[in-house]
């Protein structure tokens, strides 16, 4: 972003690269017009430049958004599984109405709900007590894979992350992102200035001393901070917490997507466990004691070890209450870890 001049007192003004906006308003619009099964290598390549500028100009979002259907266009002509025309056309949809409201946005009013923060200012603090509650593969459309764990900070009261990646859109590192190679991001141990891992990090009660943290719970990498070990994070852990499940949720466009939401679910059995094969996604139900919740696991090769482990409990039946941190989607929620008796369970990675 670049900042216009103000009067004394005044809030900056963002002055937006209106070509920029503009070329991405027409770059969506060619491939609405002709029809995403009609994209091809041109328009994958007008997407990843557009996205490049876009991020050196501050819109950060945007940048994305573009290079994910540059990725899903590419997926299309290789006739990849992990192509998915609505998804697709959602992000197209999200890049012409985003940029259309920007252009239109003469007075800074909308702007500042529309573009995102960068995610790179990170803070340092000096001390903070986490639990931690899992963690999880991910691969994006944007071409990286990674580990994420996933720890509640208990000083905020909300989750916060500590994630390592590696770029796999090179011919060089096109296999990168393959599930051996993440379990040995998990099970590597040079974080932080003690021979630790994701997996000790996710399954720790802690604290960390002279850490980094941004606006979005990120967790830097620091070689300077020092972990403290506490106990194993247990489902006695978790009753302090405030991540419980909330019935309270409403869809709004406006909305900043600072983090991902997360809820801790407590279900008693796991039940209704079925496999959608057109839509490559394993359906199921958390039974609770305050009702049924639904659950879902989309097919990704990322995720096999996740969809055979709820499925073998819901085959098996319950013995005990199972804690189940999860991702908040439209369609449901997604399990990433479970914590019982025995501590974290990251069952991605069995």
């Known amino acids: 972003l670049l900042l216009g001049g103000t009067e004394a007192g005044a809030a900056a003004p963002m002055e937006l690269d209106r070509q920029l906006l503009q070329q991405a308003v027409k770059a969506a619009d060619l491939v609405l017009i002709k029809g995403i099964i009609s994209a091809d290598e041109t328009n994958i390549e007008s997407a990843r430049q557009l996205s490049l500028k876009l991020e050196g100009s501050g819109i950060g979002n945007l940048a ?132 630790i891992s994701i997996r000790h990090i996710s399954e720790a009660v802690f604290t960390l001393k002279n850490y980094k943290i941004n606006d979005d719970g990120r967790i830097s990498s620091s070689k300077g901070t020092t972990f403290f070990y506490k106990e194993k994070t247990s489902a006695d852990s978790l009753y302090q917490l405030t991540l419980f499940h909330n019935d309270d949720y409403r869809y709004n466009y406006f909305k900043k997507k600072r983090s991902a939401e997360y809820e801790l679910i407590c279900s008693e059995n796991i039940t209704d466990c079925l496999y959608n094969e057109a839509g490559q996604v394993l359906h199921f139900t958390f039974e609770t004691k305050n009702g049924n919740i639904p659950g879902l696991i989309p097919w990704a090769g990322l995720n096999m070890s996740a969809i055979n482990y709820i499925e073998e409990l819901a085959e098996n039946g319950s013995r005990e209450s199972m804690w189940f941190l999860c991702r908040r989607e439209m369609r449901g929620f997604v399990p990433l870890s479970m914590i019982g008796q025995n501590g974290v369970e990251n069952f991605y990675f069995a």
């Open 64 to 195: 994305r958004l573009l290079w994910s259907l540059a990725s899903d266009i590419e997926n299309m002509l290789a006739k990849n599984a992990d192509f998915n025309q609505n998804r697709c056309f959602s992000t197209l949809s999200r890049i012409r109405i985003t940029s259309s409201l920007l252009l239109k946005d003469t007075g800074g009013k909308t702007a500042d709900k529309l573009i995102e923060k960068s995610r790179s200012v990170y803070r340092a603090l000096p001390y903070g007590d986490f639990v931690g509650l899992g963690a999880y593969p991910w691969h994006t459309r944007s071409g990286f894979a990674g580990v994420t764990a996933l720890v509640y900070h208990k000083e905020k009261k909300r989750i916060a992350t500590y994630s390592v990646n590696m770029a796999d859109f090179y011919d060089s590192t096109k296999d990168a992102g393959g599930m051996q190679n993440i379990k040995s991001l998990y099970n590597r141990e040079n974080h932080w200035d003690a021979s």
